[in-house]
């Protein structure tokens, strides 16, 4: 049984269509990427997940739960951490926790509630009232309402838009652990360093539809464009390599091959003009450089 | 069962960690109208035979009271949590339609009852009403609480803005309330007046409510509690059904 199933999910507000039918799934214990660019529909999908929106046509399953026709049993089976900041003002850390974890029907909690506020370093906050706290810690505290009920499945919608370094080290190292626990993790990010650092599976949607949905490992080997950087001696790079540069730094030229078997080539013209190599660095695209080229691939 | 009791909690925090705006500030003005109505108009007027002015005055304040907050927790906590965006750890979580609504709905009752409690103890320093059938007083005061406290959810879920809920408060819950016989009783109206009164299921609450009181009323009790128990079945499935459609907050 998967941990979630998109099934040709749609969604529209009026005339506007904000998914497309979407289908894909999330395997149990995948740590899950799901990226976009603003306005993609990332949202919208966690929203009809956690039954904060209803789709349009299509379904929509968490550990093989309907989210509609069997809303509470899905909603038992996972735990969302929604993208807006958003906490009420009544209450302290302490109380939040235990009123969620009672609205998930748990009477006694503070053993669990204990473990979260100090994996999250928000021990020291648990008798603050929610207004008195930072942004930052606010944050943790959502994060801390999405796991009260330990949900087999976790979704954090950009946890770290905004957040500092800190809070964005003691989460991950929280998640990962839970992740290697057994939980399937879902993540929506803007830092695609922090995707491609802590994600097997990679899924890209892109104006309500679905461009891309790769295991991480494969989705990287794939992709054959290298970066060169080249320090040469006169700094003047041959006439033949102008089409493959992108740009010039730290009095180098850094170029873009589509292919690894293009390099000797480059190597034979910049020795044909007589240039010396003071330096050289060849590397593999990031999750960025693939980004950014299957959003355009898919215009 | 344990979601809705936290639910419940929940809600009856909210109130009373704020009770100077929600509990004392209601009572408050009751005793001022009080106040105000019975210096006017004690000497003058007298609603039933051998009944004081004041007294008759006391029930029908307290029960506008208990309406007019029972309305308010329920919309205005709604409201709050809309525009807030902090309705999302409620909806999340596996709780059912029912214990949303009921939890909503007892916890406003809740505090319909502690202003209209608060209301009775500062004006029966002035005047003290007899208390004919305490039964009738008791189950006016839940029905009459219910039914605001719905028409509050209903309220709220449909509101989108402060604005609109103010403009349900002050065009319909206001004229409903002070139109219903709370300061007199409707057969010191002319003949047309009393059949439009008759069109407002708020005056059988305050009518019922009151003859729990002086064993008197504008109709028998048992009419009112036809309206007022059907009133309230009626609203009551408008709003379970707007819940469970999930209109305005589960788009
Ligand atoms: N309640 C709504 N009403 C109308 N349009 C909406 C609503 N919610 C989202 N949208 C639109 O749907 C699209 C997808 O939004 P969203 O899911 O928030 O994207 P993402 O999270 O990927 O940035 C956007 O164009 C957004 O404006
Ligand atoms: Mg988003």
Redesign the interface.
């Known amino acids: 049984m998967s941990a979630i199933v998109f099934d040709r999910v749609v969604k529209r507000?009026g005339e506007f269509e904000a998914l497309s039918g979407v289908s894909f799934a999330v395997e149990q214990g995948d740590f899950f990427a799901l990226l976009g660019p603003n306005g993609a529909g990332k949202t919208t999908l966690i929203?009809i997940l956690?039954?904060?929106?209803?789709a349009s046509s299509g379904s929509v399953t968490v550990m093989g739960h309907d989210v509609s026709a069997d809303?509470?049993?899905?909603?038992?089976a996972v735990g969302?951490v929604?993208q807006?900041l958003?906490?009420?003002?009544?209450?302290t850390v302490r109380e939040t926790l235990q009123?969620?974890?009672?609205?998930?029907?748990?009477?006694r909690n503070d053993d669990w509630i204990d473990e979260i506020l100090a994996n999250l370093g928000l021990t020291a906050k648990a008798h603050s009232n929610m207004r008195q706290l930072s942004g930052g810690m606010k944050r943790r505290v959502m994060v801390a309402?999405a796991l009260v009920?330990r949900p087999p499945v976790i979704v954090l919608d950009e946890p770290t838009a905004g957040v500092d370094v800190e809070l964005r080290q003691t989460l991950w190292a929280f998640i990962q652990k839970l992740n290697e626990a057994g939980h399937t993790i879902v993540l929506t990010t803007h830092y695609l360093e922090e995707a491609e650092a802590l994600c097997n599976r990679i899924a890209m949607l892109k104006q309500g539809r679905l461009i891309a949905l790769e295991d991480k490992a494969t989705l990287m080997k794939r992709n054959k464009a290298r970066s060169v950087f080249l320090r040469l001696k006169p700094a003047r790079l041959p006439e033949t390599l102008q089409h493959l540069l992108v740009a010039e730094r730290d009095d180098g030229f850094e170029l873009k091959l589509a292919d690894p078997d293009a390099l000797p080539g480059i190597l034979l013209a910049v020795q044909a003009c007589g240039l010396s190599i003071r330096d050289i660095d060849v590397s593999k695209p990031d999750l960025e450089d693939i980004f950014v080229e299957t959003m355009r691939g898919a215009a | 069962?344990?979601?809705f009791?936290?639910?419940f909690?929940?809600e009856l925090?909210?109130f009373w960690?704020v009770a100077f705006q929600t509990v004392a500030a209601p009572v408050l003005t009751g005793l001022l109208y009080l106040l105000i109505f019975a210096h006017v108009l004690d000497a003058h007027v007298e609603p039933y035979p051998g009944v004081r002015y004041t007294a008759f005055l006391i029930p029908g304040l307290a029960m506008m009271s208990m309406l007019q907050n029972a309305f308010s927790n329920t919309s205005s906590s709604l409201i709050q949590?809309k525009i807030?965006?902090?309705l999302?750890?409620?909806?999340?979580?596996?709780?059912?339609y029912f214990e949303f609504f009921a939890a909503y709905v007892l916890a406003a009752v809740v505090r319909g009852l502690i202003v209209g409690v608060g209301v009775l103890s500062v004006t029966l320093w002035f005047a003290v009403p007899p208390i004919a059938h305490p039964l009738w007083i008791l189950v006016f005061a839940l029905l009459g609480c219910g039914v605001m406290a719905v028409l509050g959810l209903v309220a709220g879920i449909w509101a989108e803005k402060f604005d609109q809920l103010a403009a349900f408060q002050n065009f319909l819950i206001m004229p409903l309330t002070f139109l219903s016989g709370v300061f007199y009783s409707i057969h010191s109206l002319p003949a047309f007046w009393q059949s439009v009164s008759r069109f407002n299921p708020v005056f059988y609450m305050i009518d019922g409510f009151r003859y729990g009181f002086f064993g008197q009323g504008d109709v028998n009790p048992w009419f009112s509690l036809l309206v007022v128990s059907g009133f309230f079945l009626l609203l009551a499935g408008w709003a379970y059904g707007l819940i469970k459609s999930?209109y305005k907050i589960?788009?």
């Open positions: 507000y929203s956690g039954g904060l929106a209803q809303y509470r049993p899905a909603r038992h969302i929604p807006e958003v906490f009420d003002p009544f209450f009123f969620q974890s009672g609205y998930f029907g748990i009477k309402q009920h | 069962m344990t979601g009791y936290t639910l909690i929940k925090l909210r960690k949590s807030t965006g902090n999302v750890f409620i909806l999340l979580p596996p709780l059912s999930g589960r788009h």
